[in-house]
Every structure is written in structure tokens, then in C-alpha cells.
């Protein structure tokens, strides 16, 4: 099946520093592709969503000046976490939505980020 | 606002026997509804989906029915097996406002007893 990896799958930043978490789809092109946060036993929340080529399109709450998305191509969509500060710890997870329609969504493995 | 419910937090089955997770939707706009499968410090792996224009879907172990009047949809699993263990989330989707939504409900945690 599809394939989106996401790397890194853990890193550790010390409090205002910034970091990239970068996602990729390994065997189709991505036109569309989701950012989510989870902590723990919590649901999968929404952060944005990025189209290839676009800006992209934050859910209400979420700082765009804090989580900058970037699309920049059709396989390759990154989270950059700017100043980050430990409330920012949690699991990041990407998703990606194929090329030429289908709804089906498939996700990376998740990069777990803590803040220190 | 909840637009996807799993009001079932967790859910515990003997190995051999029917697992039924269920799910519950608000909004009329969703057109696709998905399952996924979740381990701890992973991904979400996908399941199964259905087309709103569909009442059931079945793939192997998993059947997914759809029940539009009443916003619900449910994951059947036969048999249960013990590597069945695991979060499972449901998820609608549909296009709004110009991008699309794939919203997910809060999980239901599910132990298959061996």
C-alpha cells in the first residue's frame, strides 16, 4: 500500500530553538497532506492542512506564526515548530492524500518532539 | 464541538468472538468515513472506509456498515484476535470551506482477551 514516511521519529530541542519535522510520500504524489498533534490518550487533533503549492490552512487555535507548514512539492511537506517551549512536547503526525482522487488518507509513523 | 463521537472509551472481548466498535457523526457533509488502527508511539494504520453512498464494506475480518439516517457507523471485527489490541479512531471526511476535513473521533481502546 501507500507509504509516508516521516522523520525524524524522535527529537529532543532545547526550549526556543526550532524544529523541522519533515514528511514525505514514498510511492505517489501527494496533492494534500495533514498535519496533526496528538498527547497523550487524547484523540488525533487537526492542525492544519497543506495543499502542494498553497499556503496552508490552519485549524482554529493553532499559532501559523508558530507551526510553519511548507508544501513545497508534490512528495514533501514540512512542520517547522518555531521557538519551541515544552508545552509544545507531543506526538506529531502527518498525513497524505494521493493524487488523482481517493479518500483514502495514509499516515506517517509519527515524530515524537520534546521540548526541554 | 464533537463532530465524530466514539462514546465507548474502551472495550475488552474474548479471543474468537465479535468486537464491535462504534462511531457517531453530526454533520451531513461527511461522505467518507474511515477506520484506523493504532499502537502506541505509532501512526494510525488504515482499516477499512466506506463511500456514503454505500451500507456496509467488508474486507476480510473487518465489515464496516454505515447507517446514514442515524449519523452511525460501526467496525466489526470476527474473529477478535489478541494482535487485535490496540486504539481504533474513526474518522469522517468531506470537502469544506475550499480544502478538505478529515476529522476523527476520540478512539476506543480494545483488548482482545486470550
Known amino acids: 500500500g501507500a507509504v509516508v514516511s516521516q522523520h525524524p521519529s524522535w527529537v529532543i530541542c532545547k526550549s526556543g530553538t526550532s524544529v523541522k519535522i519533515e514528511c514525505r510520500s514514498l510511492?505517489?504524489?501527494?496533492?494534500?497532506m495533514f498535519w496533526y498533534r496528538q498527547f497523550p490518550k487524547q484523540s488525533l487533533m487537526l492542525m492544519a492542512t497543506?495543499?502542494?503549492?498553497?499556503?496552508?490552512?490552519?485549524e482554529q487555535g493553532v499559532e501559523k506564526d508558530k507551526f510553519l507548514i511548507n508544501h513545497a512539492s508534490l512528495t514533501l511537506s514540512t512542520l517547522t515548530v518555531t521557538s519551541a517551549h515544552p508545552e509544545d512536547s507531543s506526538f506529531y503526525i502527518c498525513?497524505?492524500?494521493?493524487?488523482?482522487?481517493?479518500?483514502?488518507?495514509?499516515f506517517g509513523e509519527g515524530s515524537w518532539l520534546t521540548v526541554v | 464541538d464533537q463532530q465524530v463521537k466514539q462514546n465507548s472509551p474502551s472495550l475488552s472481548v474474548q479471543e474468537g468472538r465479535i468486537s464491535i466498535l462504534n462511531c457517531d457523526y453530526t454533520?451531513?457533509?461527511?461522505?467518507?468515513f474511515l477506520w484506523y488502527k493504532k499502537y502506541p508511539a505509532e501512526g494510525p494504520t488504515f482499516l477499512i472506509s466506506?463511500?456514503?453512498?454505500?451500507d456496509k464494506n467488508e474486507d476480510g475480518r473487518f465489515t464496516v456498515f454505515l447507517n446514514k439516517s442515524a449519523k452511525h457507523l460501526s467496525l466489526h471485527i470476527v474473529p477478535s484476535q489478541p494482535g487485535d489490541s490496540a486504539v481504533y479512531f474513526c474518522?469522517?471526511?468531506?470537502?469544506?470551506?475550499?480544502?478538505?476535513?478529515?476529522?476523527f473521533g476520540s478512539g476506543t481502546r480494545l483488548l482482545v482477551r486470550p
Open positions: 498525513s497524505a492524500l494521493g493524487l488523482g482522487g481517493g479518500n483514502t488518507i495514509y
Open positions: 510511492d505517489f504524489q501527494a496533492t494534500t
Open positions: 497543506s495543499n502542494e503549492g498553497s499556503k496552508a490552512t490552519y
Open positions: 454533520n451531513s457533509m461527511f461522505d467518507y
Open positions: 466506506i463511500s456514503s453512498i454505500k
Open positions: 474518522a469522517a471526511s468531506a470537502r469544506m470551506d475550499s480544502s478538505y476535513k478529515l476529522i
